[in-house]
């Protein structure tokens, strides 16, 4: 089988163009700092893949099925009008300056955007826009591997869906159970108690889901909306799937006791929830196509028969069996000069970022890195954290004796709970002291320091929920601290069923560089982005927390928490 002169020249064209998008990803993919940094993009999703406790496992095989979805279409991008497209020109532009962008912010993940946009865009370019069409789903389902790891970012809304309904199903099936935050309880002695974690809340099939969904999707359904439609039905399928497999376990758990149902049918359980999962979405995609048009269900089921006639230029050459080399591709002068253009604007981008891409680290502390002893007429007292699993416990240092030690267990004591350093980047340092004062008003103040990584950071609306606190009100409260412009913070309203003194307690927080200060977590990450964009430097950003430990004790509400921020600004910003 041999392949004709032209159509080896489009390969080899394609090859050389392959070779520099790849080895740019490769070596300059990530705007890395730090020590171990490792510039490949490639590199950072394998070690996402195989860091996420098997998550993400089966990602390696979605190129392979993004390669096949090509090669299953190879007749229809042969016999496609191909023609110079200046639109896929564009395309290639933006993707290449996002990526530009993305290195200097240090957002790979938008890189990984970039990636899959270069590689569609450059067929798109030479080869126009049927051809673009036809790999617009291996290109999308190329993004969908290389990205599901963001999915991670959706586990805490899964996880508060997951238990929300679980809780509400098993007490309507008369099995009395509450639910706080993600974890649920039985209402009866010795019953059940759990929180739905990650993997519970439908973090690794809603994974599996849509990495099946996409391509069963393509290949069923008739039209473009019902693929979609169907694609992103898998999310809801997940969670329900999930659900069902929480309250199975509820169901075990009250019937034959909490260790058989945690030890032996929750790993079992994890198979039917495939099944489940995979059951909805092929009946889904039967009830989608029986409702298709009658007229696209004519074109489909004639689809098989006698396909359209190859146009003259892409007709076998004479003496050839029609598929031995497939049918011969004319090279014009405009595919050439396109991609000589290809290839001079990967070049230029190799230069661009060599000289440019380069990111200072601003490693200058943004807060004083100890929180003051006093705040007025305030006292603080360090919190300790217990680092056996088995134990755990916080303790305040005035309640220990000389010795830094675990009173209950004998284990050593951390500022960090060891659940945040097993989730926080290790050069993250954090901050926690409460503060009380003669008439027993207490607030705590909990001061979080990012590193080089920028994941050191998060809202705190998702750690409040997650611990069963609600948000009954949420705004932003000014702060007047003397001459200078009144800080802005935000402040919620939480409370807890069951919290020791009932009531509302009131938590503000504020993220802050060297240089700026804002009460929005996009606005901060706007920030970053900007400061390494334009200005090619990373600073470290710090997130100040400070809540009323005792509500309706803390001074008087909201302006009781006013002056203590007041009190405490000027101690942790010097020259502030």
Known sequence: MMLTRANWLHVTLGLVVAALVGGLFHVMGVASVGAGANHSL???VGGQWSAAGG???HAWMMPLISVWAIWWKRRELCAAEKRVSWAGLGVL?????LHWMAYRAQQPRISLVAFSGVLWAVPFFVYGWRVAKLLAFPAGYLLLCFSSYALVYLTFNLRLMTSTCAAFILNGLMIQSTRIGTAIYSAAGGGFNFDVADACSGLRSLVVMTALAAPYAYLTQPTVGRKWLLFVLSVPMAVVANVVRIVTIALVAEGMGPEMAMRLYHDF?????FVTAIVLMTGTGRLLQRHAPTEVETVVAGAGTAGPAAPPDLAPEAGSDGGSGGPALPITGTMRKAYLTVIVL?????GTLALTGRVRIDDAAPLAEALPARVGAYRGVEFLFCQSDQCGRGFRRDDLAEAVVCPACGCGLDTMALAEKRVLPADTSVLRKQYTNDRGEAFTVAVVISGVSRQSIHPPQVCLVAQGFSITAETVMPVALGRREALAVKRLNIS???AAGGGEAQYAYWFVSRQRETPYHLQRLLWTGWDGVVHGVHRRWAYVSVSADRPGRSGEGAEGL??????LYPLIKPGA
């Open 42 to 44: 490639f590199r950072m």
């Open 55 to 57: 998550d993400y496992a």
């Open 93 to 97: 532009v933006a993707a290449l300056v």
């Open 269 to 273: 359980s994890g198979y039917m929830l």
């Open 346 to 350: 990967l070049a230029a981008v190799w």
């Open 496 to 498: 807890r069923a069951g």
């Open 562 to 567: 006013k002056r203590f921020i007041a009190e």
